[in-house]
């Protein structure tokens, strides 16, 4: 029996959830997800896939990844980002982006 699509992004929200991520009102409107390509929790041969927004106020600027599976923690991307080691973004005129 095929799946249907409501039944699946519920069956991701639940996964979400189980796995302690807090599911609530979004800060952005749709059309500023839109903007970005980016998609809602989604099943993909078994594993959750979603879109994530990194925004940084005080520098009026924002990152956005378009596929992170559930498996990788939103550290893993920030280490990635912003190496201890690594080159800063050039908005981080202090340095103080840095995970370590």
């Given at each position: 029996?095929?799946r249907?699509?409501?039944?699946?992004?519920?069956?991701?929200?639940?996964?979400?959830?189980?796995?302690?991520?807090?599911?609530?009102?979004?800060?952005?409107?749709?059309?500023?997800?839109?903007?970005?390509?980016?998609?809602?929790?989604?099943?993909?041969?078994?594993?959750?896939?979603?879109?994530?927004?990194?925004?940084?106020?005080?520098?009026?600027?924002?990152?956005?990844?378009?596929?992170?599976?559930?498996?990788?923690?939103?550290?893993?991307?920030?280490?990635?980002?912003?190496?201890?080691?690594?080159?800063?973004p050039?908005?981080?005129?202090?340095?103080?982006?840095?995970?370590?």
């Open positions: 029996k095929e249907t699509a409501v039944a699946e992004w519920y069956e991701s929200v639940q996964m979400l959830v189980d796995n302690g991520i807090k599911v609530g009102k979004t800060e952005l409107r749709s059309e500023h997800w839109q903007q970005y390509g980016a998609q809602g929790p989604r099943l993909v041969e078994g594993e959750l896939h979603m879109s994530m927004l990194f925004i940084y106020d005080e520098h009026n600027t924002s990152d956005f990844t378009q596929d992170v599976m559930l498996q990788h923690s939103p550290l893993d991307h920030l280490i990635e980002m912003f190496p201890p080691e690594g080159e800063q050039t908005w981080d005129e202090k340095g103080r982006y840095v995970v370590g």
